[in-house]
């Protein structure tokens, strides 16, 4: 997955600039007690857009990702803040089914899909596991993933997307391969990269493999005896996710 991850993190920020980042953040937020105050762990960091605006609402925000290009990104982002706001970022590598920081925080979280990365049960057991060791006790697990009734009623489809910046042009192909069997579906991207100043062209391939999840199987993840009050909605909503909601969003509190 690092692999994967090193060569998307040229483009990520130009594939997802209209991602809405401040309103999903506020959203999340949302979901915890207080406002703007506490200490979070972000598994699967990414180039650290989540929590630079976390951080403006007063979170200190410790981001953790396995691809150091991204991080990369994520401490140059964060160069690029005021002082206040970016002393409260901190980014480290780290693979979210194994990093241990050594401490605890507020509220732990997992966003644009990266616990659905989580494609064994082992997995996603590990990625729950590191979540409780880094949580205090009455802290919340919140996390982001594919609805798994949403992807069945909708079916994944092959989607094209062009976009550009003042220094490059890029189309996207994805190319999804559902595997009904094991609650996986191989997205398949082929990235063309035109650089408008000199014509040259870059092919990138890769495959994100994804599983979805429905409500039974994160119950069974999160045990009794580490967590309680599970509760699931549509991601940017309040409401219980339904077959139009292709990501669902949960929050469960450490016992």
């Not at 929590?51 to 991080?71: I, N, Q, W």
Request: hydrophobic fraction near 40%; aromatic fraction near 10%; proline fraction near 3%.
């Amino acid at each position: 997955m690092k692999q994967v991850f090193d060569a998307y993190a040229r483009y990520y920020d130009l594939l997802y600039r209209e991602k809405d980042y401040a309103a999903e953040a506020a959203y999340v937020a949302s979901h915890l007690p207080g406002s703007g105050r506490g200490r979070m762990l972000e598994l699967g960091c990414g180039t650290g857009a989540h929590a630079e605006h976390l951080a403006r609402m007063g979170y200190a925000v410790h981001g953790v990702d396995l691809s150091e290009t991204m991080l990369a990104r994520a401490r140059a982002r964060k160069s690029g803040l005021p002082g206040e706001i970016g002393s409260r970022l901190r980014f480290t590598h780290g693979d979210v089914r194994t990093v241990r920081t050594g401490e605890t925080y507020d509220a732990v979280i997992s966003l644009f899909h990266v616990m659905s990365y989580q494609t064994t049960d082992a997995d996603l057991s590990a990625a729950f596991e590191s979540a409780a060791t880094h949580l205090r006790l009455g802290g919340l697990f919140l996390f982001d993933f594919w609805y798994g009734p949403a992807v069945l009623a909708q079916l994944p489809e092959r989607r094209t997307r062009h976009l550009e910046d003042d220094l490059i042009q890029v189309t996207r192909i994805a190319d999804p391969e559902l595997r009904a069997n094991e609650n996986v579906v191989n997205v398949n991207y082929k990235v063309l990269i035109r650089i408008k100043e000199t014509g040259a062209t870059e092919e990138v391939r890769e495959t994100h493999r994804m599983r979805y999840l429905f409500e039974p199987e994160l119950a069974r993840l999160a045990e009794p005896g580490k967590w309680s009050g599970m509760q699931t909605c549509a991601w940017m909503k309040k409401t219980k996710p339904g077959l139009e909601d292709w990501s669902a969003f949960s929050r469960v509190t450490r016992r």
